[in-house]
């Protein structure tokens, strides 16, 4: 890869993230072009939350690189899996939105009159107008929800990274937030979601990337949400050895042939 990626697209190059030598996802290779909305899908323990993280810059990548080109992390927004916000934390509905923008304006910058306007106007957009003083405590796991996705609206972020967003939360609210992602997109920003209903996906998302630690598929929904690649993704799910060794790339010294072989790739992977 020469030149650096465009402004809002994110380069996998061969990326493997391991916690403690342990690799949890694999010699991924693609990238998320500009404007694109993607799904991320796979079994549980995919490293799917693991994937996200090392966009984000949370977990280093072991090997291989991520390419984020002009975006700074100011630009990349991240809705981690289950709301870790503490619900019980003493704070109010109006400053969890608020916090969206603390990424601009800094730990002791001040966030004035234009910041609290667009905190009460992202509010509105979540349907959550009139819940501003509320305690986040009092607050459903849907309306909870809301608020997180008004804190993502008021951060502006030119890449947006949702971990199982619609967990749990009613077809009322998963339609709303639905709608935002839409609307993002819309906007031409970079959205990835990692979701589990392959019907939402289906009807909803242009892309997939499937992951089973290494990457099955990744490209145009209908290329990548296949019966084989379902198939394929079991088996691999079958065969997941926590205590596997670190790989190399090109030195196969474990028993999991499939690890290192990447076909089957579809779509846009580098
Ligand atoms: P998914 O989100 O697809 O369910 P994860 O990325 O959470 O998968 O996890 C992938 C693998 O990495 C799993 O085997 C999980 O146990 C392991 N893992 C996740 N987080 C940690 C951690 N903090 N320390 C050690 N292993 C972890
Ligand atoms: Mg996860």
């Not at 499937?210 to 929904?221: E, F």
Request: net charge negative; glycine share 8%.
């Amino acid at each position: 890869m020469i030149a650096s990626a465009p402004a809002g697209e994110i380069r996998l190059d061969n990326v493997t993230v391991a916690y403690d030598r342990h690799p949890a996802v694999h010699h991924v290779s693609g990238r998320f072009t500009t404007g694109s909305l993607t799904a991320i899908v796979g079994p549980n323990g995919a490293g799917k939350s693991t994937l996200l993280k090392a966009i984000v810059g949370q977990l280093p990548v072991a090997d291989g690189s991520i390419e984020r080109g002009p975006l700074k992390p100011r630009d990349i927004a991240f809705l981690p899996q289950q709301a870790s916000l503490d619900r019980a934390y003493p704070i109010s509905v109006l400053e969890v939105v608020l916090l969206g923008h603390w990424q601009r304006v800094g730990a002791f910058g001040h966030i004035g009159r234009d910041g609290i306007r667009a905190a009460r106007e992202a509010l509105s957009a979540v349907g959550l107008e009139g819940f501003e003083q509320r305690p986040l405590a009092t607050l459903s796991i849907g309306q909870a929800q809301r608020a997180l996705f008004a804190r993502v609206l008021v951060q502006d972020a030119r890449v947006i990274l949702l971990d199982e967003p619609f967990n749990a939360l009613d077809a009322r609210t998963v339609a709303d937030l639905l709608a935002l992602l839409q609307r993002w997109h819309g906007e031409k920003r970079t959205v990835i979601a990692v979701l589990h209903d392959f019907d939402l996906v289906r009807q909803h998302f242009p892309e997939a990337l499937y992951l089973a630690r290494r990457l099955i598929a990744w490209g145009r929904i209908d290329e990548v949400l296949t019966p084989e690649n379902q198939l394929a993704a079991r088996r691999m799910a079958e065969s997941w050895d926590d205590t596997a060794p670190f790989c190399d790339t090109g030195h196969n010294h474990d028993s999991h042939s499939g690890h290192h072989d990447h076909t089957g790739h579809h779509g846009h992977a580098a």
